[in-house]
Structures are given as structure tokens and as C-alpha cells.
């Protein structure tokens, strides 16, 4: 019975799937049952050729302005989200863009966050998006794809998540590491939609798109490994808080840390510096690179 057990935990764990799923991983297992597609993209493009077997959404369904800052979803919200796209626990999902511009990466990235947080863990990207996927000559389809509706519970969890007060009550306790480019990050260039120039006092400045190449296929993992470690000095088992402007770019951030490296607890400020940089109360420094230590 254990040999038996065992055979079958090692044909489960063919099919996990890795934070980073190639067009190769992907087409070959499409069709196992437990892996779910999810296109991320606006307008048509869904219906005009999709992965088939994929699903849709969109970045509106997972986030909402209330105002002052872009938020993720309610608890309920998602949950009828996910549920609807025939997610739950045990799904291997995987994420991917038609990808246009920046920002259509950034919305895989962002779904990829909040489904950690509601308690999907299983959760991959396609790296380089549609385009690797054409390249690769895999198949695509215009058919609707049907779904059947899970019963999706979500389990927060709040370890992935920071709010305007845990940012106030770790200033210089932890490493903070702002996403957006330098030139924001420093105060020389202002931040559209951010009243106050710089950054979080004492944050770090590393732009996520750093991380992926011009065809927004993700530069090798042992550069990356390199990077945080002996440039940033990051620990894997110690906690990192990661920002932006909005939440998008930072999300990027958070799956190469969370995801491909395996860094172990790593906050997303949801808010970031649409709360931080409106308000008078926020400790922030300009024109100069900061480094942490403790």
C-alpha cells in the first residue's frame, strides 16, 4: 500500500505546476483535468482566438477604485469569480496574456497575487505570454469554451497582504522594495496620480521589469537568484514588503520573489503609493537610493 501511495504522489507531482509554465509544459498538459486555463485580457481578443480550453477574465473582475486607491475585490466577489472560472483548491491554474503592452502582464501577475491570497496556491504564468504560445506552433480556437462552476471557499490568507498601518509599524524593520522605475522611485519624475514625489522612506528601488526580456519572457532564474541575494542582501526565510504605484507593477515583483525564487513570506501593499504618496502623514524620501539594513 505505501509503494502503491507513492506511485501516485509521483504522478501527481507531474502535473504540478511550476510558477513559470512554459508553452512546452503547457500543451502538454492542457487536457489534464486538473489544470486550468485562465486568459487575462480585455475587448475581443478572447473571442477572436483563445488556448483552447481556456477560460476568461479580466483585471475589473479581481480589483475596484474606491476613490482614493484600487483595492482588491471583497472576499464574496472573488470567491464568485473563481468559481465561476471552475477553480478550487486542488486546481493547477495557469495564467496568460495576449500582451500588448506592460500592463497586460501586470494583469496575470496581480490575478496570480490574489489568488494566493484567497487561497489558491497552485498558480502558474505562461512565460512570454500568447506569443511564446504561437511561436511554440501550439493550437488555438474561437470556440467557447464550457465550464463547469466549483464551490470555491476562499481562505485569506493575510500574510500575503499589508495595509497603510503594517507599512507605518515596519518602516526600517524590514526590506520594502518599490517596483516602479527609478526615476519615480527617486522623486526626480512625478508618479501620475501620486500627490507627493519619492518614495517610502527607507524603501528599496528595483523596477519589475527588470526581470523579463523584450519579448517579456522572464531572464534566467540563476541571474534573478543572484540579484536578491548578493545585491539586495534578501533572506528567503525573512519577510519583504513590495509596492508600486497601484498594486500591478508590484505584483510582478511579488511573483518573481514569492513564486520563482521561493522566497517564503513576501507582503503585497495593495494600495501602495496611491495611499502612501496622497497623504501628509507618511514618512517618504527623495533623490537618493536607500538600502536595508538591520
Same mark, same amino acid.
Given at each position: 500500500?505505501?509503494? /502503491?501511495?507513492?506511485l501516485?504522489?509521483?504522478?501527481?507531482?507531474l /502535473?504540478?505546476v511550476?510558477?513559470?509554465v512554459?508553452?512546452q $509544459?503547457?500543451?502538454?498538459?492542457?487536457?489534464?483535468?486538473?489544470?486550468? #486555463?485562465?486568459?487575462v485580457?480585455e475587448g475581443g481578443s478572447?473571442d477572436? =482566438?483563445h488556448i483552447?480550453?481556456?477560460?476568461?477574465t479580466?483585471?475589473?473582475?479581481?480589483?475596484?477604485?474606491?476613490?482614493?486607491?484600487?483595492s482588491?475585490?471583497?472576499?464574496e466577489?472573488i470567491?464568485?469569480?473563481?468559481?465561476?472560472?471552475g477553480i478550487d483548491?486542488?486546481? =493547477? #491554474?495557469v495564467?496568460?496574456? &495576449?500582451?500588448?503592452?506592460?500592463?497586460?502582464?501586470?494583469?496575470?501577475?496581480y490575478?496570480?497575487w490574489a489568488l494566493?491570497?484567497? @487561497?489558491?496556491?497552485?498558480v502558474?504564468?505562461l +512565460?512570454? @505570454?500568447m506569443?511564446a504560445w504561437?511561436n511554440?506552433?501550439?493550437p *488555438?480556437t474561437?470556440?467557447?469554451t464550457?465550464i463547469?462552476?466549483?464551490?470555491f471557499?476562499?481562505?485569506?490568507?493575510? @500574510?500575503?497582504?499589508?495595509? *497603510?498601518?503594517? #507599512?507605518?509599524n515596519?518602516l526600517?524593520?524590514?526590506p520594502?522594495?518599490?517596483?516602479?522605475?527609478? +526615476?519615480m522611485y527617486l522623486g526626480?519624475?512625478?508618479?501620475?496620480?501620486v500627490?507627493?514625489?519619492?518614495?517610502?522612506?527607507g524603501?528599496m528601488?528595483?523596477?519589475w521589469?527588470?526581470?523579463v526580456d523584450k519579448e517579456y519572457?522572464?531572464k &534566467?532564474r540563476? %541571474?534573478?537568484?543572484?540579484?536578491?541575494?548578493?545585491?539586495?542582501?534578501l533572506?528567503k526565510?525573512k519577510?519583504?514588503? #513590495?509596492?508600486?504605484t497601484?498594486g500591478?507593477e508590484t505584483?510582478y515583483?511579488?511573483f518573481? *520573489?514569492s513564486?520563482v525564487?521561493?522566497?517564503k513570506n513576501v507582503?503585497?501593499?495593495?494600495a501602495?503609493?496611491?495611499e $502612501?504618496?496622497n497623504?501628509?502623514?507618511t514618512p %517618504?524620501?527623495q533623490?537618493?537610493?536607500?538600502? /536595508?539594513?538591520?
Amino acid at each position: 500500500m505505501k509503494i /502503491f501511495a507513492a506511485l501516485i504522489a509521483g504522478v501527481v507531482s507531474l /502535473f504540478a505546476v511550476e510558477p513559470l509554465v512554459s508553452p512546452q $509544459w503547457l500543451g502538454k498538459n492542457m487536457n489534464n483535468p486538473s489544470v486550468r #486555463v485562465v486568459e487575462v485580457s480585455e475587448g475581443g481578443s478572447y473571442d477572436l =482566438e483563445h488556448i483552447p480550453g481556456a477560460s476568461h477574465t479580466t483585471i475589473a473582475a479581481w480589483r475596484f477604485d474606491n476613490g482614493t486607491f484600487l483595492s482588491v475585490r471583497s472576499v464574496e466577489e472573488i470567491e464568485k469569480e473563481i468559481s465561476r472560472l471552475g477553480i478550487d483548491e486542488k486546481s =493547477e #491554474v495557469v495564467l496568460y496574456a &495576449p500582451i500588448s503592452e506592460p500592463k497586460d502582464l501586470l494583469k496575470t501577475s496581480y490575478i496570480y497575487w490574489a489568488l494566493n491570497y484567497y @487561497g489558491i496556491k497552485n498558480v502558474g504564468i505562461l +512565460d512570454g @505570454g500568447m506569443k511564446a504560445w504561437k511561436n511554440a506552433q501550439l493550437p *488555438l480556437t474561437s470556440e467557447e469554451t464550457m465550464i463547469k462552476p466549483t464551490a470555491f471557499k476562499a481562505r485569506l490568507d493575510n @500574510g500575503k497582504i499589508a495595509d *497603510l498601518a503594517y #507599512v507605518k509599524n515596519h518602516l526600517g524593520k524590514l526590506p520594502m522594495i518599490d517596483a516602479r522605475p527609478a +526615476d519615480m522611485y527617486l522623486g526626480i519624475t512625478p508618479t501620475p496620480t501620486v500627490k507627493r514625489n519619492g518614495h517610502v522612506e527607507g524603501a528599496m528601488s528595483y523596477s519589475w521589469n527588470y526581470s523579463v526580456d523584450k519579448e517579456y519572457l522572464l531572464k &534566467p532564474r540563476a %541571474m534573478l537568484e543572484r540579484v536578491f541575494k548578493e545585491g539586495y542582501g534578501l533572506d528567503k526565510n525573512k519577510e519583504i514588503l #513590495v509596492y508600486c504605484t497601484g498594486g500591478l507593477e508590484t505584483s510582478y515583483n511579488y511573483f518573481v *520573489l514569492s513564486g520563482v525564487l521561493g522566497y517564503k513570506n513576501v507582503r503585497l501593499y495593495d494600495a501602495s503609493m496611491k495611499e $502612501w504618496g496622497n497623504r501628509e502623514d507618511t514618512p %517618504m524620501s527623495q533623490y537618493r537610493y536607500e538600502m /536595508f539594513s538591520k
